[in-house]
């Protein structure tokens, strides 16, 4: 049996919400389809979809544009096209570092970010960054309305996204890009064979002082530790303000042992071993990030070796 009976490529956000209205809930967004088709293969149907709704061509949702400073990247912008880009790796290495290690090539060269945020998986690699990036992302509801909202009101739970992927559209996130004094690391444990799931992610921006000795700021998002990508905040509250190095991980390790509690899970790991990856984690992306703000010279590290 075909999994749709109509397939459309609009290229106006308007023109994508038309269609979808037109299908009353029985049309389906899709991108690039990576996640998608392996769930419309495992369900269950007796009828096909009505339709599939494209987005990979909406104009607007493929640009990636600065604006004094902030990035705005279309929600159907590649993995591929993020690993590829030298503004990004300068200035959110950590988006770049996380979107190069999803799947192989194959996935990365179709699979959109906006479809990472959107699966609503609190283990994706690209949505672990953007939490650490304390980006927004752009959602044009069904109803006309259209508004900026932190990415984790975008989740409602582990793939329950907020959005309805029948009426709602991600259009674009937007974020900060690092200026001086700022830099990203992310960083992922996961087993080297196969399809799988990722065990832990980490993805920290810190902000040094202007003698670049003291962390000033510092957001971290390590993933999956709850039903939904939350940041660590108890852990970055026992950075700032401390001097750069080893006694600041030290002491964000301790506090991560105390108030990250990650689940236990067939697929992925244990709950210690994920516990102890947490601080080997810690371990890695806070001196990288900060070598990065010190620095200012970024370059992405593990990409391609998903
Ligand atoms: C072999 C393999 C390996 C993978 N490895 C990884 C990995 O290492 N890390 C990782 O994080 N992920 C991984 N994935 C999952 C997947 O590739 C990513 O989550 C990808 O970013 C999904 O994007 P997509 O464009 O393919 O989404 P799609 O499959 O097209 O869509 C996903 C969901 O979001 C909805 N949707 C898509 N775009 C929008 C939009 N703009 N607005 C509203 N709803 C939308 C769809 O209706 C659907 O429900 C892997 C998948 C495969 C098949």
Redesign the pocket.
């Known amino acids: 049996m075909s999994l749709w009976k109509a397939y459309y490529l609009p290229q106006t956000i308007d023109e994508a919400l038309s269609l979808l209205a037109q299908h009353h809930g029985a049309a389906?967004?899709?991108?690039?389809?990576?996640?998608?088709?392996?769930d419309l293969q495992f369900t269950d149907r007796a009828e096909p979809l009505d339709a599939m709704v494209d987005?990979t061509q909406v104009r607007e949702?493929l640009d990636i544009t600065t604006v004094d400073d902030v990035c705005h990247l279309g929600?159907?912008v590649t993995?591929t096209t993020i690993v590829k880009s030298a503004l990004l790796e300068a200035r959110v290495t950590c988006l770049v570092e996380s979107c190069g290690?999803?799947?192989?090539p194959q996935?990365r060269n179709?699979?959109?970010?906006?479809?990472?945020v959107?699966?609503a998986l609190p283990?994706?690699?690209?949505t672990t960054s953007l939490v650490a990036l304390d980006a927004e992302g752009y959602v044009a509801w069904s109803d006309g309305r259209r508004e900026w909202l932190p990415l984790p009101a975008l989740f409602k739970g582990p793939g329950i996204s907020a959005?309805d992927?029948h009426r709602?559209?991600?259009v674009a996130f937007r974020f900060k890009l690092c200026g001086e004094r700022e830099g990203t690391a992310f960083k992922r444990i996961m087993r080297p064979q196969g399809?799988a799931l990722?065990i832990l992610g980490c993805a920290v921006w810190v902000q040094l002082n202007e003698a670049r000795t003291h962390y000033d700021d510092v957001r971290i998002c390590v993933s999956p530790v709850a039903p939904k990508p939350v940041r660590a905040t108890e852990v970055e509250a026992a950075l700032r303000g401390q001097p750069v190095g080893q006694d600041a991980i030290e002491r964000a390790v301790r506090v991560a042992r105390d108030t990250l509690h990650p689940r236990a899970s067939a697929y992925r790991a244990t709950a210690e071993y994920r516990q102890h990856m947490i601080e080997t984690l810690l371990r890695q992306t806070l001196p990288l990030a900060a070598q990065r703000a010190k620095t200012g010279e970024a370059h992405a590290e593990g990409v391609g070796m998903?």
């Not at 389906?28 to 392996?38: C, E, F, N, S, V």
């Not at 290690?101 to 192989?104: A, E, K, W």
């Open positions: 389906r967004i899709i991108a690039g389809g990576t996640d998608l088709m392996i987005v949702m929600a159907a993995h290690v999803v799947g192989g996935v179709v699979g959109t970010l906006g479809g990472n959107a699966h283990a994706g690699d690209g959005l992927h709602d559209v991600l399809v990722p998903g």
